[in-house]
């Protein structure tokens, strides 16, 4: 198994080591934090990283096992530069300042309700940013999110130090979700 790659890990039971980051669940809302792991995302050239791949889930697989193993419930993986790039099920947002932030999707897939929560951020006149996001800017977002198909939009609550509370836009987004999906 190769070392020392960075990955986040979801925890609704406990902490890792100060040096470490646990994501928790708290009232259905998920936590996240990073730890060292086996695996990463791989380069685009490396793998058809746009695609729904076996090769690829593997990798997620072996990561939510590998943090399922040391007590936490799922894994955010870095690519290989070390950028925040998904959960191994899901995308992730970080709102800052009022803005919305999600990773450029050069080396995951860029998700169909990823895709929908940024047209209903466009829609309300939110900003909305595709880049390179390092796991030290956590630090600077005062909303996080994750989205998927099972995941829908899962406010994060907790990073490590970090603190989140499920504000404004995660809210609306989540509001015009499930009008979206019959809910609302």
């Known amino acids: 198994m190769p070392s020392g790659q960075n990955k986040f890990l979801l925890n609704r039971r406990k902490f890792i080591s100060s040096s470490s980051m646990a994501l928790a669940a708290i009232a259905g809302t998920s936590v996240v934090g990073t730890?060292?792991?086996?695996?990463?995302?791989?380069?685009?050239?490396?793998?058809?990283?746009?695609?729904?791949?076996a090769g690829l889930y593997m990798i997620c697989t072996l990561s939510?096992?590998?943090?399922?193993?040391?007590?936490?419930?799922?894994?955010?993986?870095?690519?290989?530069?070390?950028?925040?790039?998904?959960?191994?099920?899901?995308?992730?947002?970080?709102a800052?300042?009022?803005?919305?932030?999600t990773p450029k999707?050069?080396?995951?897939?860029?998700?169909?309700?990823?895709?929908?929560?940024?047209?209903?951020?466009?829609?309300?006149?939110?900003?909305?940013?595709?880049?390179?996001?390092?796991p030290d800017e956590l630090g600077r977002a005062q909303e996080v999110f994750l989205t998927g198909t099972a995941a829908e939009i899962t406010p994060v609550r907790e990073v490590d130090q970090y603190r989140f509370t499920p504000g404004a836009i995660t809210k609306t987004l989540m509001e015009d979700f499930d009008k979206a999906v019959g809910r609302g």
């Not at 193993?69 to 995308?91: H, K, S, V």
């Not at 951020?121 to 939110?126: C, D, E, G, P, V």
């Open 105 to 134: 999707p050069d080396c995951f897939l860029d998700g169909i309700t990823r895709r929908t929560v940024m047209g209903f951020a466009r829609n309300r006149q939110i900003k909305v940013h595709e880049r390179a996001i390092m």
């Open 35 to 53: 730890s060292r792991l086996a695996w990463a995302r791989p380069a685009p050239n490396t793998a058809p990283t746009q695609s729904k791949a």
């Open 96 to 101: 800052i300042d009022g803005e919305l932030h």
């Open 64 to 94: 939510k096992h590998d943090a399922e193993a040391a007590g936490y419930e799922d894994a955010l993986m870095l690519d290989w530069r070390g950028q925040i790039a998904e959960a191994t099920g899901a995308n992730v947002f970080l």
